[in-house]
C-alpha cells in the first residue's frame, strides 16, 4: 500500500470509532508502505475531542522523544468539519525494542495492541492495563549528535 492510500483510509472517518476501525482494518500499528515497514502513530481532534496514541501507556510523542524529529508527519482531514490530524511515520528499523504496547485512544474509546517481534495483535484494554507493568523499556534509535548539530545548523 502506498502512503496516500492509507492516508484516504483515515480521510473516510465520520467519527472516532470509524477512525480507529480503519487503523484496525489497515493492519496497524506496523504497516508496510511504499516497500517500508513502520510504527504509525496517530494523533488530532475530532469535533473538540481529542485522540492519541500510546506507548506502553505513555503518550507517543514522550515515548518517541527525539526520534520524532527523524519521522515523517501527514496531515490529514477527516470528512466532518473540524476533524483531522496528524499520521506520523516511524522507521520500524529504527524500534530498539522486541515487545511492547501501543494503544490509540481518545477520552472515553480505545483500541489496544500488543506489539512482538515486529508483529501486532489486538488486546483488550484490561490486558493492555495488566502488562503495562511488565514491559521492557521502549527504545527507539534517535538522531546521531551529527544529525542534531546538522539540524541546530539548518534552523540556525
Known sequence: MKVEGFLASLR???TISGLFGALKRSGTPVKELDAQRFLIIIEGDFEGRRFWTEING???NHALGDAMLNSSSFPFRCRRAYTGGNAIFV??????TDKFLV???SED???FYIVEEGRAREIT????DKLKGEMPEF???????EQMAGMGAFFG
Open 12 to 14: 473516510n472517518a465520520e
Open 58 to 60: 505513555e503518550r507517543a
Open 91 to 96: 522507521k520500524f528499523e529504527d524500534v530498539e
Open 103 to 105: 494503544s490509540y485512544r
Open 109 to 111: 474509546e480505545g483500541v
Open 125 to 128: 484494554e484490561g490486558e493492555h
Open 139 to 145: 527504545k527507539i534509535r534517535s538522531m546521531s549528535e
